[in-house]
């Protein structure tokens, strides 16, 4: 019995550490970040290559930025949740966990603001008009759809990781 135990709770912690490179996706790459639609959602700007380079020099500037703001996310979330699997969880280390949490989400978003405003001045105001007639930074929520609750266009995200295209 004791055997079994050990052996499902092995089971258990390793499928919450890999449930993690999952839940982040890819890393960079072509296509992300830009909008709702990554670099399709700027592709109908026409952008020149001096705003392309731009761009994706601000990109790999606040990534590198994010980057370590991602990893505590996850040391946080996995130590969340070695406080939930305690026989009895110390509901202050949970709340101060979550805080650390909801702190660390805060920073990765203000960056990412900040990205989408440097963005913007890179644009003419013909581009930006345009961009902004195409719902970029609107992403997904928790919104109501048709009536309901549930998953729908919301105010939480500006685009890839966080929101979806329209």
């Not at 996850?74 to 979550?98: G, H, M």
């Not at 405003?117 to 644009?123: A, S, Y």
């Not at 109501?144 to 919301?154: E, Q, S, V």
Request: aromatic residues 6%; positive net charge.
């Amino acid at each position: 019995m004791k055997k079994m135990t050990l052996t499902l709770a092995a089971i258990a912690v390793g499928l919450l550490f890999t449930s993690q490179v999952f839940a982040w996706g890819p890393g960079p790459g072509k296509g992300r970040g830009y909008g709702p639609c990554g670099e399709a959602g700027l592709e109908r700007l026409n952008l020149t290559g001096e705003q392309k380079t731009k761009i994706e020099a601000l990109q790999v500037s606040t990534d590198k930025q994010i980057r370590p703001i991602r990893e505590q996310m996850f040391d946080q979330s996995v130590e969340l949740r070695k406080l939930w699997l305690q026989a009895n969880p110390d509901k202050d280390q949970i709340l101060a966990a979550q805080k650390k949490m909801r702190e660390l989400r805060d920073q990765a978003q203000d960056k990412q603001t900040e990205l989408r405003l440097e963005i913007r001045k890179v644009l003419t105001p013909e581009q930006q008009e345009i961009l902004t007639g195409t719902g970029w930074g609107r992403g997904s929520g928790y919104g109501t759809r048709g009536g309901k609750r549930g998953p729908g266009r919301g105010h939480s995200g500006w685009g890839s990781p966080m929101g979806m295209c329209p």
